[in-house]
């Protein structure tokens, strides 16, 4: 949830390219490379646990490595659940752009108009555009966010959307609403507000209507306050202080990321619902076209999911997710031919800017992508 698009937004902003997952056949890379690149993931300490499945062109490849405890020797499940973090955003986008087909909501209408009341005057020039694209000015909340120990302490707690946007509401804004971009969660709290204003149901109960149902998401859902990962799950784990033993946060009250961070899911679930979205089986041309990121343009954010450009020339789409102890990243390629999605369990939250983490994922998708 917080800073969760640090591997991508800034390395992207700045022109440096990050590597897009693609099955070992169709780029002609190895899984001994794939391997080699999965076990840097864990080897650095900040991760406890990685797995990746690699698919397209008919073949699928799962490699996972480290362990699903802290210390344990139980590998990390194949079919495991976990939370997805930001990777959910793009699951709202979809369902706010199907509104929006349906002529239910306006694009470049004020949020005002859906939200009165809740953001004060100065920011009425936000629109629905604005939200998902990360280009309304707005401060984030996820400062004013628990953290450490403090974090762990008040886990289970329940979070209200509409107290976390008060947070940020008087806050000044970063910039003039449309005129830059700045990544930030409460975009999609507000997002999600707005998918619950206009057909009058929470955005969870839409995004399984729409989406996690009609796709046969099992393992996906919208888990409201229920602090449990079901099902088969590896654990993830947050350092409360430098330098301290990682503490077990598998378990918290997902609440605190809302719809820009709550879901879980899994590799073929997260596989499945990007080659249906970029396919267009759950948007209309003309809104698949407005979520897509445009080339050329100088931020590389469509609405709701990332354009990542890989130094071998090759283009994905898709969208990072970290959140107290795990990190997702979920990528196809434009003709869903070459597709990844890698999964951590993490031993410290945030991780930080200069991980081995965010070096080694990108070289594992190298490794997928470029062979």
């Known amino acids: 949830m917080r800073r969760t698009v640090r591997m991508l937004a800034a390395a992207l902003v700045a022109a440096v390219g990050v590597g897009a997952g693609v099955p070992a056949a169709a780029a002609g890379s190895s899984d001994t490379a794939l391997r080699k690149a999965l076990d840097g993931v864990v080897a650095g300490g900040d991760a406890v646990g990685a797995r990746v499945l690699v698919a397209g062109n008919g ?61 004060p005057a100065d920011k009425d020039a936000i629109t629905v555009r604005m939200l998902l694209h990360h280009s309304s000015g707005l401060a984030d909340y996820v400062s004013t966010v628990p953290r450490g120990a403090d974090f762990v302490r008040h886990r289970f707690d329940h ?30 709290v507000l997002a999600g507000l707005l998918i619950e204003a206009v057909p009058g149901r929470p955005w969870g109960a839409e995004v399984t209507r729409r989406v996690i149902r009609p796709l046969g998401l099992r393992a996906t859902g919208v888990p409201g306050d229920d ?29 605190v990321a809302d719809a820009s961070g709550a ?36 931020v590389p954010y469509g609405l709701g999911i990332f354009r990542v450009p890989n130094s071998c020339g090759v283009t994905a789409w898709g969208h990072t997710g970290e959140i107290h102890g795990y990190y997702t990243l979920a990528l196809t390629t434009p003709d869903r031919s070459r597709r990844a999605v890698v999964s951590v369990t993490t031993a410290t939250y945030p991780l930080p800017d200069d991980s081995p983490v965010y070096a080694a994922v990108r070289k594992l998708t190298d490794a997928a992508l470029c062979g």
């Open 263 to 298: 879901m879980i899911s899994s590799d073929a679930d997260l596989d499945r619902f990007l080659t249906a979205l970029t396919g267009g089986r759950l948007l209309p041309a003309r809104q698949l076209a407005e979520l897509l990121p445009r080339e050329g343009d100088r």
């Open 59 to 119: 073949r699928t490849v799962r490699l996972r490595a480290g362990s699903a405890t802290l210390g344990g020797r139980r590998p990390v499940p194949y079919e495991g659940r976990y939370r997805i973090g930001s990777v959910t955003k793009t699951f709202v986008a979809t369902v706010l752009l199907q509104l929006v087909a349906e002529g239910k909501v306006g694009l470049d209408e004020p949020v005002r108009r859906r939200l009165p009341g809740l953001l």
């Open 227 to 255: 602090a449990r990962v079901p099902g088969p799950h590896a654990h993830g784990y947050d350092r409360v202080s430098p330098g301290a033993e990682p503490v077990d946060i598998t378990e918290l009250n997902p609440t």
């Open 159 to 188: 979070y209200d959307a509409r107290e976390l946007v008060r947070r940020i509401a008087d806050k000044p804004l970063l910039f003039a609403p449309g005129t830059d971009w700045k990544y930030t969660n409460v975009n999609y």
